[in-house]
């Protein structure tokens, strides 16, 4: 199996398996960001305690396999949430556990991708997918 590039090995790593229904949460951050670090942590817990089947992979934008897609990310933490590989959202939010839990649960109830994500975030969404989720099974 693929390694999946990332900032720690216990806390960064996916949790769960690929699957064709699966709803994720992709972290992109970078390593230097001391906001994206104190994060880290409680990422994955805050996703997992919404109970709503998601499964949570960190990715950092440094990396040389993400930094090949040319990503222009400004602001850190950003968030990528997708279903399959169809981006659901894809944002820079603030790591306030309230704000994220609200956006989790509300990206759950929806099956078709976001019509406010333009077709780069989807074709985003599309290599996150391909080149890092799906390398997981």
């Given at each position: ?40 942590p ?7 305690e ?14 040389e ?73």
């Amino acid at each position: 199996m693929t390694s999946v590039p990332a900032t720690s090995d216990e806390d960064s790593r996916p949790h769960g398996h690929a699957n064709p229904d699966d709803f994720w949460v992709v972290c992109l951050c970078a390593e230097w960001c001391h906001v994206c670090r104190d994060w880290q942590p409680r990422f994955q817990p805050l996703v997992t305690e919404q109970g709503v089947g998601a499964r949570t992979l960190w990715l950092d934008v440094e990396d040389e396999e993400i930094d090949a897609l040319n990503l222009d990310i400004e602001t850190f933490p950003t968030l990528l949430i997708l279903r399959r590989d169809q981006a659901l959202f894809l944002g820079a939010v603030p790591p306030v556990d309230e704000h994220i839990a609200r956006l989790v649960k509300k990206c759950a109830q929806q099956s078709a991708p976001s019509p406010t994500c333009t077709a780069s975030e989807q074709t985003l969404a599309a290599l996150v997918w391909n080149r890092f989720i799906c390398r997981l099974e």
